[in-house]
């Protein structure tokens, strides 16, 4: 999830580190993001626009649901992560996949898209109905708009018993914040989509499990931005064993690694 409004703050950054934790991410969400599409009804030659597209994993599932008739087009801002999901495109053959610098607001009008989609970016824009409401005008009427957010709500509530996930979740939410994402944007999907002038969205959400990296792969891409904002790094104690002391604690309690809620809404432009 890369941020695509200049004045928005990715607080993950955009190391080489970062990209290797965005696929890492991607592998357990592929399945949910690709049942989503085919829901929304993406499928072989239609055109579909990838909103922060980062290093690519999201024109991935498209580009195999549209087919070599279709065609996917990733938006991104930042030039690392274009060349990262150029390669990849590449290797995985697949020439109906290209990427754009550009942010959201200027997104070439050229021709229009059947579905604009995105995963883990609306809540890194400082105004995201707008953006919607700029997407939906690039979309042909019937066409699709579907994005997946995170629900940190119940995260919370699963951390809750264990010392170490309960602090490093409160610091995470925590860097967004300060960061200026906005933490309940999955919750709030249906209000964006409405305020957007989009029919109200069909939605689901999914709880997720293992990905037992993510959390430390997290804090380890938001320390330097931690630092930044004075977040206070000392209830996470040594960074150097933070991962094998996160995977320790979920072993203690014998329980199942907290991991936030998917948050899924789309909804079809009106006809007329």
Known sequence: ?????????????????????????????????????????????????????GVGDVSLIAARLVGPAGEVVGIERDPRSIARATGRMAEAGFRNVSFTQSDAAQIPRDKSFDAAVGRYI???????????????QLVR??????????????????????????????????????????????????????????????????????????????????????TQLNVSLKPLGDFETLSERLHAEVKAFNTTTPLPDLASAWSRKPSS
């Open 141 to 226: 009427p019937g066409g699709v708009l579907a994005f997946q957010e995170p629900s940190w709500g119940a995260f919370h509530l699963q951390a809750a018993r264990l010392p170490l996930w309960r602090a490093g979740a409160a610091l995470m939410e925590e860097t967004f914040r300060r960061s200026g994402a906005n933490t309940q944007m999955g919750p709030q999907l249906p209000r964006v989509f409405q305020e957007a002038g989009l029919p109200t969205p069909l939605t689901r959400s999914d709880t997720l499990h293992g990905a037992e990296q993510w959390m430390p792969d997290c804090l380890h891409s938001l320390r330097p931005q931690m």
């Open 122 to 136: 609306l809540c890194f824009l400082p105004d995201p109905v707008a953006v919607l409401r700029s997407l939906s």
């Open 1 to 53: 999830m890369t941020a695509d409004n200049p004045t928005s703050q990715y607080a993950l950054g955009s190391t080489e580190a970062e990209q290797e934790r965005l696929i890492r991410q991607a592998a357990w969400l592929s399945a949910h993001t690709e049942r989503l599409f085919r829901e929304a009804g993406i499928g072989p030659g239609q055109r579909v626009l990838d909103l922060g597209s």
